[in-house]
DNA sequence: ACTTAGTATATGCAAATGCATATACTGAAA
DNA sequence: TTTCAGTATATGCATTTGCATATACTAAGT
């Protein structure tokens, strides 16, 4: 439900779906992909469980606007939200699981570097949007420490999209020049297999953690 | 169906479910998380499909195993896998959208940094595993840069794990401490409303480039 | 013999997701 | 005056998730 509650908290003053949907581009939706569809949804349940009430504004531009309000439902439920914890998310990296197995190929060092460079392609292109923004929010008066309360939050996590897509890109260039300084050899020769070793190696580890493990569900 | 590729991919030798669940935590799971239903099921399909081609062993402790092995089809599917690009993923950060949103609590400085130090306590966490896995590779003759390629691309990933995990750490104490430096008056201060100023920064922004807008559909 | 623990493989199901498409209304162009 | 482009809100649907639970078989304990 994490997208209703989201909602909530940007619903601090009442906004039509579109208005939020613009919002969303540019800020949330830089750690929270969704779509407009998803967010129409989530408003039609807000509103029929209580939390926000939509009220029709007839609009000169098309269909009549929706425009929602937060209830003393919705802002009780957003105050529980900020104080709980969430996760750190799971993420599902397919360039990372084609870079491990690469030497299921037969030119693995080919392979990867092609798979690194287009990877490379993308994260510099969402560094330089994400910088386009941060340099907008850099004429706000004290920025960046001292900006008011409701624009330095935000800008934080605008900074950690930054911080997360550079560390990305420092570890492709890094990884780049230690495959590209690798013998032909040592890429082309020995096993072509999954790595026995490895498989061995983490024996002992899997003892110690346990993700999912088949949990023992009677006692 | 990315987990499908990548099954075809661990399964270079024949395999059961279990030995790939095993295998998978470790190594795959750290960038591509699923559980063991998925596992059998994408097996199962990969089966149908003529990818991979079950083999009942009876075995000596509980139900017969199906070992998995490549069909030439498979082979082909897995090759092709590995000449495509990915992208980038997306991911859900449910913490960033609270820190977004801080300031709707009455105690903005107070639960951002709760929110920082929770997210802190689960990244560290998740740097000592990869770290340990690390260490055991550490042995490997050759580590990191000449390890035989069925280790060193691994390694590749496991390293990628660490680093993005270090800069996010590295992100959250930064951010704890201009947290702490901000001025009381400048987070309890000012409207506590969505940030207008920012939602009209953006409006520029949003001219440019365009998340999920809806595509005219007939052209 | 009978339960319990362990291993291995699966099924059920509600919710979330992504993507395409539909509906509805307005103002301007052809 | 019909068509087109734009805005705003929604619906349809197949697929993917996550989580709980089921099935099936073995080996040991008691």
Redesign the pocket.
């Not at 992909?33 to 998803?38: A, F, H, K, R, V």
């Not at 088949?214 to 009677?218: F, I, V």
């Given at each position: 439900?994490?997208?209703q509650d989201i909602l909530l908290s940007l619903l601090r003053e009442p906004m039509?779906?579109?208005?939020l949907?613009h919002f969303f581009r540019g800020t949330i939706h830089h750690f929270w992909?969704?779509?407009?569809?998803?967010i129409?949804?989530a408003?039609?349940a807000l509103d029929r469980e209580g939390y926000v009430r939509?009220e029709s504004m007839p609009?000169?531009?098309?269909?009549?606007?929706?425009?929602y309000r937060l209830t003393k439902k919705g802002r009780t439920r957003l105050a529980g939200w900020l104080r709980q914890k969430a996760v750190v998310p799971?993420h599902?990296f397919e360039y990372l699981a084609k870079i491990f197995s690469v030497t299921a190929d037969a030119h693995p060092r080919k392979r990867a570097l092609e798979l690194m460079r287009s990877m490379r392609g993308e994260v510099i292109d969402a560094v330089v949007q994400l910088e386009a923004i941060e340099h907008l929010m850099s004429a706000t008066p004290g920025f960046p420490n001292d900006m008011p309360a409701n624009m330095f939050y935000p800008w934080l996590t605008l900074h950690h999209g930054l911080m997360r897509r550079r560390a990305l890109l420092e570890w492709i260039d890094e990884s780049i020049v230690r495959i590209e300084r690798r013998s032909s050899e040592a890429d082309n020769a020995g096993e072509s297999g999954c790595p026995a070793d490895l498989q061995r190696m983490l024996e002992d580890y899997r003892a110690e953690t346990e993700p999912f493990s088949?949990?023992?569900?009677?006692s």
């Open positions: 439900m994490g997208l039509s779906g579109t208005e949907i992909q969704t779509d407009l569809s998803q129409y949804r408003l039609e939509a609009s000169s531009k098309g269909p009549a606007r929706k425009e799971p599902k088949q949990e023992s569900h009677r």
